[in-house]
């Protein structure tokens, strides 16, 4: 059984081709999501074994994307919310189906708005016009946040002036704010935020646990899978049961929060301060002390491992660890790594740097179905004699 296909108007129309798998059954994607990714591991091992491959954890294969990062074009009268390219122009694509059905519903109201405070789309080749993207998270609760990102602040007055109407008419709307990108580059979002809302930060309950994203703040943009990422990550560190945890690149506090327990000490470091303070929060509301679970704000390629933890957690970006980072975890040589990366090739690339490491266990977690991007779930121990204290 393979499952129906997707069907979207805007990929027969070649309007976007954002999801360049949409032409397979699902079923198929992930066979295919777990095939690759094996052998991208495997090249980068050499003669250490394979790890245990579970079966992967499938998505629902539309309506899972919790986050909208929508171009705004046309013009203040006739808004489009979707895409820019060089060959097809601004393209609405409000019905874009991966999208979850409450950000969906409220993408025509965010278009009405932005009618009714006149704020002028940003026009690409003529480098003309104030507001760049609109940019809607979902909760699991189902509220929203919505991000503004504009040139200047010359429409916050504006923006404030009708906030009271939109927050009437999208009852579950509680963050709002207005990101100042003033360059001209392919770049969604600028240093500057200004909340507009007296909520700062949208409350995501994940397993239990409720984490504050802050607007500036990364959370993974399929909430459901996420949240199987977390109990897998947590069913392997309690079986290897250690007493002190690092987490690099924690974010708002994921892995960290998840992995407290009884007896175990996790430290969670991040360069942002913002998501730092969303962690404490977060951290206060798991009833959770400073000496089970402390955050800090700090470069993961300078921060820990002086204190050689028993596991350390890694969630990096795209581009993985790199040849820095990975080469200090490997002299640093913590017993237990756990890798959880969104791309295979950095995966693979920073293995092969952590030559002391082997994989015991590893689990495609399907976080961008009708795409070929996947998130991947390592567990590595150290092999050989341990560095000596």
Sequence with gaps: ?????????????QECRSCSWIERPYDDQLAAKQQLTRQQLRAALGERPEPE????????????????????GGTAEAPTLGLWTQQQ???????????TPAIRAALPVLADFVTRAGLTPYDVPTRSGELKHALVTESPAGELMVRWVLRSTEAESRIRKHLAALLEELPTLRVVTLNVQPAHAAVIEGERELVLTEQATLPMEVNGLTLHLGPRSFF?????VAAALYRTATAWVDEVA?????????????????????????????????AIAAADRGRIDAGLSVDQVRFVAGDATAALLDDRPDLVVVNPPRRGLGPDLAARLEDAGPPTVLYSSCNPETLAR?????????????????????TSHLE???LLSRRGPQRSE
Aim: aromatic fraction near 8%; charge should be negative.
């Design 53 to 72: 491959w579970l079966p992967p954890v499938p998505s629902a294969p539309a309506g899972f994307r919790t986050k909208a990062k929508m171009v705004v």
């Design 89 to 99: 122009g601004y393209v609405d694509i409000r019905d874009c189906a991966l999208h």
């Design 220 to 224: 993974q943009t399929n909430t459901e």
């Design 376 to 378: 991947v779930l390592v």
């Design 242 to 274: 250690p007493t002190t945890v690092h987490d690099l690149y924690c974010g708002v506090g994921g892995f960290a929060l998840h992995l407290a327990a009884p007896g175990r000490t996790v430290t969670g470091i991040e360069i942002s301060a913002e």
């Design 1 to 13: 059984m393979t499952g129906p296909l997707l069907q979207c108007d805007h990929w027969d129309r």
């Design 350 to 370: 920073d293995l092969a740097v952590l030559r002391s490491y082997v994989p015991v266990r590893a689990q495609v977690l399907d976080m961008f179905p009708q």
